[in-house]
């Protein structure tokens, strides 16, 4: 109270007594007109914007750091690389890392695994995910919410507890061990990955939007469930689709573990497999060649910026929604 | 399918007492329409029915197609079945054979001392497990309990900052989630050639050829895996936490503002419970992640440790990976006791979150 007292005087009767005048009523400064006390505000204001600017500017340079790093790191050679002066630029461009590492990386091979895992076990996803979260979300059935709820909660148990049964079952199948053919790895490197109870989480949400008016409508229009699922829900939920289906090739861009213990062979593998296992260790001095190494994380890299790119708002969306990653 | 008279039974086998019910209200009814009490009669069933037998819309003819929905559910029921309910039991049963054999399938009877043998408490053939007590525990551990609350911590400086700038927001919405969109073996890969003893960190603040990466120690070898966990954990963070600030009613901060409330206070009084249900998913959430580490190590170190054969930097899922093959049983022990503690860390979040969650 006392401090509004002794402003009181400052302030401009003048002016129409609105919201904003009486808003000064509150600043504690006596001595100071009401010009003056705006211009500070003012002058506060853009002194704690730059600082807030320079901040998210100095975290985003971190966070991009790694990636300026890889490129740059790509296109230098070796004893520039190990030299006690690091440079942050190459002082000659060394495109023949990449050239090279094409050569010595089979990086088609594992491209070509890493696409077929991807779009068939995406395909697999897509088709259990549609129909289990059509059954979720617009037929009735005894036990509905209870077999929904178990569902939710088989999200909680971490991968690796099924594992170890799952490599067992995988091997009793034929699909691991030395005669294992490249549909056996694919095989074993697809189908226990058909069932993602998120993504029903997900589409379930999605389908549950859709007005039931529209069901009723087609009923009447004799059209039949199978029908009704394909013609209007699945184009209406399109976007959650697209972002399912990105997250999934991503996921499977990612995947290191399953696809590292399922496969015997090197030509099997998928890209990170690859990446990891390829040694470039230079044959003479024992070290690693990291020019080489780094040409080929960007050639990894490049394909997921790309997808990136062109679906970020899928991306985005599919995440901000979820989470998992693959 | 729309029957107008939608609440009264209909039989053609009633008995009287029920149909005098409907003769007082209706009058007599016939099979079709009865123009006189405008009702529709039509015959659903010739059965006897001893329960109230209600004629409805669509949803309650549906209601007898259970089996179609069945059917929807059967893809995902059946792989369910083989890929996560089997085998979880599975696992947790061969957590107690003794000597299992997965390609024979053959044990000799159930035990505790896979349990006690991965803990290190029995001696199995004259030997002790130690990597587990001595490496893989303590280093799961250390990486959740620093990781998971400074990524947080973080993001939330990192969220609370965007959301106050007007220009640019969705430039540094999308630069903050890059690390999102990359190979997690590949970035690894990067950070130790930046953490190499011939690296940026050392020619920045000039350490020499300091060891980071290669022929580390092990407390040292911590510092560039946690920032390389952190650096990954944030770009999901920051989405949820961002659109969670997003979603706060501006009412508050106006009345803040006429009370002319300092900014910490805000954040602290405001902005943070009102975000308190998506710090709590986080947390739920990153704790499950950070305990199952794994592809960052690998892709970091390339091994187990820092020097080739070491086993420094086992984790939980590290020492399941590196023993699946060979002591099938100590892998399932060690996948139960995992399964067994975040079971438990999920069930106190949730048990906390109670009184300090506002929804």
């Known amino acids: ?326 | 399918m729309f029957n107008k008279n939608k609440t009264d039974n209909i039989n053609t086998k009633k008995d009287a007492s029920e149909l005098s019910f409907f003769s007082e209200r209706y009058g007599d009814l016939k099979l079709g329409h009865n123009s006189k009490s405008n009702v529709d009669v039509e015959v659903v069933s010739r059965k006897k029915i001893d329960t109230n037998y209600k004629v409805g819309g669509v949803l309650d003819q549906e209601q007898r197609n259970n089996w179609k929905a069945w059917l929807y559910l059967a893809p995902v029921l059946i792989l369910m079945a083989v890929f996560l309910i089997y085998p979880l039991i599975d696992t947790i049963l061969i957590s107690f054979m003794k000597n299992y054999n997965y390609i024979k399938g053959t044990f000799d009877g159930f035990t505790f001392d896979n349990f006690g043998a991965v803990l290190g408490l029995t001696t199995i053939n004259g030997a002790t497990e130690t990597r587990v007590i001595q490496y893989a525990l303590p280093n799961t551990f250390i990486l959740v309990f620093i990781t998971v609350p400074i990524s947080i911590f973080i993001a939330l400086l990192i969220s609370v900052l965007l959301n106050s700038i007007k220009w640019f927001q969705k430039i540094f919405q999308v630069i903050f989630f890059l690390p999102y969109v990359t190979n997690t073996i590949a970035i690894g890969m990067v950070f130790s050639v930046i953490f190499d003893s011939n690296g940026l960190i050392n020619f920045i603040f000039g350490l020499g050829d300091f060891k980071w990466i290669y022929g580390a120690d092990r407390w040292i070898a911590m510092i560039p895996l946690c920032i390389y966990i952190i650096w990954s954990a944030l770009p999901f963070k920051i989405l949820i936490l961002l659109s969670g600030l997003q979603g706060i009613d501006k009412q508050y901060y106006d009345a803040a503002k006429i009370d002319s409330t300092p900014k910490w206070k805000v954040l602290t009084k405001i902005t943070i419970p009102a975000l308190s249900p998506q710090i709590l998913y986080l947390m739920v959430t990153s704790f499950i992640g950070a305990f199952k580490e794994y592809a960052s190590i690998v892709g970091l170190f390339g091994q187990a440790g820092t020097t080739q054969g070491s086993y420094e930097l086992y984790t939980i899922v590290y020492y399941i990976y590196d023993n699946l093959n060979s002591n099938t049983s100590f892998a399932a022990a060690a996948a139960v006791i995992l399964f067994a503690i975040i079971l438990v860390f999920t069930f106190i979040q949730l048990k906390l979150s109670k009184s300090r969650v506002y929804y």
């Open chain 1, 1 to 326: 109270m006392k401090d509004i007292i002794a402003t009181k005087k400052y302030i401009d009767f003048g002016e129409e007594n609105t919201l904003e005048n009486n808003i000064i009523l509150s600043i504690k400064e006596g001595n100071k007109s009401v010009d003056v006390i705006r211009k500070s505000d003012k002058i506060r204001k853009i002194v704690s914007m730059v600082i807030v600017y320079i901040l998210l500017t100095f975290m985003a340079l971190l966070v991009v750091f790694p990636f300026y790093w890889m490129l740059i790191t790509a296109l230098k050679n070796n004893n520039e690389i190990l030299s006690s002066t690091q440079t942050f630029f190459p002082s000659i461009v060394m495109w023949s890392n990449f050239v090279y590492v094409f050569q010595v990386f089979d990086f088609l091979t594992y491209m070509t695994n890493t696409i077929v895992v991807a779009v068939f076990s995406t395909i697999g996803t897509l088709i259990t995910t549609i129909f289990a979260s059509f059954a979720f979300a617009r037929l009735n059935f005894k036990g509905r919410e209870a077999l929904f709820a178990v569902f939710l909660m088989t999200m909680m148990i971490p991968g690796e507890m099924m594992v170890i049964s799952n490599y067992i079952t995988v091997a009793s199948f034929g699909w691991v061990g030395e005669n294992a053919t490249r549909l056996d790895a694919y095989l074993a490197m697809i189908i226990p990955f058909w069932v993602s109870v998120f993504y029903i989480y997900l589409l379930r949400q999605n389908f549950k939007q859709i007005p039931n008016e529209l069901y009723l409508a087609s009923k009447v229009d004799g059209k039949s469930d199978w029908n009704f699922l394909w013609k209007v829900m699945v184009p209406l939920a399109a976007p959650t689709l697209i972002s399912i289906t990105i997250l999934k090739f991503m996921g499977t861009w990612n995947s290191y573990v399953w696809p590292n213990l399922v496969t015997t062979k090197n030509e099997f593998r998928l890209i990170s497999n690859g990446l990891r296992g390829s040694s470039f260790v230079d044959a003479e001095s024992g070290r690693i060649e990291y020019g080489y190494q780094m040409a080929a994380t960007v050639i990894v890299t490049v394909p997921l910026f790309l997808l990136f790119i062109f679906f970020r708002k899928y991306i985005m969306r599919g995440v901000g929604r979820a989470g998992i990653k693959g």
